[in-house]
């Protein structure tokens, strides 16, 4: 039986063999050292150490990885503790190490630090799914591509993943809390990372220089001590869909915005702190819910910026705009109280209709459009430092353009807009960490409880001949819908007496000329009144207005040339039927469309004479060859009229 009791001291595994002494026991008290590094020549190519039924480690647990081994793992399938530090490192030597793998798959506490530190080529590691670090984390300094930490839910102190000169994709899908700062700092090929389930940083949040990383969201995320997304990839997207609040308490502490082209803060209510927006390429930046801001704002060398909304903010200490070129509205109608406000650039609109007291200075300098006159008449009297305004002085009624919005709660779900899903990834919620350069084998051990490749390449093919078969039924609708509106169906039997019934259709119309948009009714309708010619009429008639439109025919609208072919929304459109009578059982149901205009039971146009049509044409109603046929067939048109 082996001895477990090795109280301070380390016991060091060097050798194959060595494992044995304590892979028996239940706990080991002391500290154990696996030192893959200490005789590489003694381990194999894959070198190995299980330490089998142990459930607990007193001390320290320290792995040192050798480059010499192409594959170093270390097992522990009963391990749930570790009350010391957890170290997986390289010393003495910058040489690449090729793989290694960690599995702890009951591992659920380590109460120091946990560290995972060296050139690894491929890093892949296992925990069970709520493992809690008592002290920091920190990850850095790989070569793989590929990272994932699955299983991690909370740090107490610090977690940081930085260096790690290769990554290129990071997933960390169990981790709830931050207890104190969160960095993602220093990869020069990382374009996506993933934290799923990240809710709570309680210090600051730094996603720091990243310079391929262009799209990144924290899905989750409601609180942040402060928040800084900073010399990352150009015109990158930020997404912070539920954050809520941001700062510790101390209006000096700032959340920092830059290089970026897209923010989403559709949540953000309360910010104990600064906010700084700078060297953005956003236009329209708008924060719709945020009301207690107890730090400064600043908005600066932001070149594309129009826009700059603060609709609900009732109290801040400091308002700091310029170098924003294209800004020209500035609205934030509920601020009631401020220290100083210093705005400068060609802004054309300025609004604080709800501002009562400024403590300090007023200073604006907007262009030569922008109303000071309001600002003098209404502003000056509650400024208690420096009034100061350039722009315009002439006398003239101004009123809120916000529309009242101030005075709302606001819903969050009005702001947010979907994220990417090459952003937040799908993968998030996995036990396993891994991390590649290395091909995952299906009969891997752990509890994993993924596809295998024979099921996802089932899966894939699958999907793919259901696209094609999708494609192929599109198409064949496409075809068939062009072929229908030129139809003509002819039944066996002349019409009986045709009544004028008018056929309505839900439309939008478009009008090419003015590209204004109008709300309207698609309206149908024919009439008889000569043998020889039937008018269908059909024109774009506003549902407030259809009344006035019938009364004059809809004529009024201009319309430019004759159209063949398909119908066109918007374009009035009439299909006469002129010629001699050559045979009655030509003559029976015009299908247009989907719409039937003549009934294959009229018997009134068997009676009239029309048997037969020699010639089916639609004209434009505004073309002049319309004109002549209006004025030469007025019975036809007046029946029509009166139909609509």
């Known amino acids: 039986m082996a001895d477990c009791n090795i109280s301070s001291n380390y016991t060091i ?33 894959e070198a190995s150490v299980d330490l089998g039924s142990v459930g607990s480690i007193e001390g320290d647990l320290v792995i040192y990885p050798s480059s010499q081994p192409e594959k170093t793992t270390a097992t522990a399938k009963s391990l749930k503790k570790v009350d010391g530090d957890l170290t997986i490192s390289v010393t003495g030597t910058t040489t690449s190490v090729k793989e290694v793998q960690i599995s702890f798959p009951a591992l659920e506490q380590v109460q120091k630090n946990y560290v995972i530190s060296g050139p690894y080529q491929s890093f892949t590691v296992e925990h069970a799914k709520s493992l809690t670090v008592g002290g920091l984390m920190r990850v850095s300094d790989l070569e793989s591509t590929d990272l994932s930490l699955g299983g991690v839910s909370s740090v107490k102190q610090d977690f940081s993943i930085n260096s790690n000169k290769n990554l290129q994709t990071l997933t960390v899908g169990d981790l709830t809390t931050a207890e104190k700062a969160f960095a993602l700092t220093a990869h020069s090929k990382l374009t996506k990372a993933t934290f799923a389930s990240l809710k709570t940083i309680k210090g600051d949040g730094t996603i720091y220089q990243n310079a391929a990383l262009t799209s990144f969201a924290l899905p989750a995320l409601e609180t942040a001590g402060t928040f800084s997304f900073t010399s990352n990839g150009a015109n990158a997207a930020l997404y912070l869909p539920k954050l809520q609040s941001l700062g510790s308490g101390n209006s000096s502490s700032t959340s920092t915005f830059d290089s970026l082209s897209k923010i989403q803060l559709a949540s953000l209510t309360t910010v104990k702190g600064a906010l700084a927006f700078q060297s953005t390429s956003i236009e329209d930046l708008t924060v719709p819910l945020l009301k207690n801001l107890n730090g400064s704002i600043t908005v600066q060398s932001n070149p594309s910026l129009t826009t700059l909304a603060l ?31 210093s705005i400068s650039g060609s802004l054309t609109n300025v609004e604080f209709f709800g501002l009562k007291e400024v403590t300090g200075d007023f200073e604006v300098s907007g262009g030569s459009s922008m109303d000071c006159y309001w600002f003098q008449q209404n502003l000056k009297k509650i400024v208690k430092g420096k009034f100061n305004c350039v722009g315009n002085y002439d006398e003239k009624e101004r009123k809120s353009s916000t529309g009242g919005i101030e005075n709302t709660e606001g819903n969050p779900n009005d702001y947010m807009t979907d994220i990417p899903n090459d952003t937040t990834g799908t993968n998030g919620g996995s036990n396993n960490g891994g991390g590649s350069n290395s091909d995952n084998k299906d009969e891997a051990g752990g509890s994993g409880g993924g596809l295998s490749t024979g099921a996802k390449a089932g899966i894939g093919a699958g999907v793919g001949v259901a696209a094609l078969l999708v494609l192929a039924l599109l198409f064949w609708l496409w075809r068939k819908r062009r072929e229908e509106p030129s139809s003509l169906k ?12 008018p056929m309505m259709e839900k439309h939008t119309v478009i009008s090419s000329s003015s590209s204004e948009e109008v709300n309207s009714q698609y309206s149908s309708h024919y009439s008889v009144n000569n043998p020889n010619e039937v008018t269908m009429a059909s024109g774009a008639i506003n549902n407030n207005n259809s009344s006035n439109n019938s009364s004059n025919g809809g004529n009024n609208n201009s319309r430019s040339s004759i159209y063949e072919g398909d119908q066109k929304l918007g374009v009035y459109t009439t299909i006469e039927a002129t010629g001699e009578p050559s045979s009655p059982s030509q003559v029976g149901t015009l299908n247009f469309g989907r719409i039937s205009l003549l009934s294959s039971a009229s018997k009134r146009l068997s009676d009239k004479g029309m048997g037969a049509w020699k010639t089916i044409r639609r004209v434009s109603v505004s073309s002049g060859e319309e004109e002549a046929n209006t004025s030469n067939s007025g019975k036809s048109n007046k029946s029509g009229n009166a139909s609509s």
């Open 490 to 501: 002819l039944s066996d039997s002349p019409p009986p007496s045709l009544p004028v019934l």
């Open 311 to 341: 609709p609900r903010v009732s109290t801040l200490t400091d308002i700091f705009i310029k170098k924003n070129d294209k800004l020209t509205n500035f609205t934030a109608n509920a601020l009631k109280s401020v220290h100083s406000i």
């Open 13 to 45: 595994i060097d050798a194959p063999d060595d494992s044995k002494t304590v892979s028996t026991c239940d706990a080991i008290d002391g500290s154990l050292s696996l030192l893959f590094n200490s005789a590489p020549s003694a381990w194999p190519s």
